[in-house]
Nanobody
């Protein structure tokens, strides 16, 4: 079972930036579409961004388009978050889905993914 560990969260002022990281201990992520989701207290987990196995294709939720950037290396995936807003406050979780080849990474549902990290909290103050 792949175990993912997120890091990089914290408290930031509105308009600021944060870079989140997600790594798999002792496991290559090269065969997995990777996604970022977020969950605020009392709300459902929601899709943020996803990236193909080769890092070429990405998809974003409309709420973060133009402000967030997902990227990846062999064993890690990142989420650069700029121009943060108070409504971005949430626990951010990375997730992985096993795929064959460089298929489209258009997986935006929670149930699309095979394994998850525990999450890292991002709090944006106004």
């Amino acid at each position: 079972q792949v175990q993912l560990v997120e890091s990089g969260g914290g408290l930031v002022q509105a308009g600021g930036s944060v870079r989140l990281s997600c790594a798999a201990s002792g496991w290559s992520l090269s065969s997995y579409v990777m996604g970022w989701f977020r969950q605020a207290p009392g709300k459902e987990r929601e899709f943020v961004a996803t990236i193909s196995t080769n890092g070429v294709t990405t998809y974003y939720a409309e709420a973060v388009l133009g402000r967030f950037t997902i990227s990846r290396e062999k064993d890690a995936v990142y989420l650069q978050m700029n121009s943060l807003k108070p409504e971005d406050t949430a626990a951010y979780l990375c997730a992985g889905k096993g795929v064959l080849g460089t298929s489209s990474p258009y997986y935006i549902g929670v149930n699309d993914y095979n394994f998850w990290g525990q999450g890292t909290q991002v709090t944006v103050s106004s």
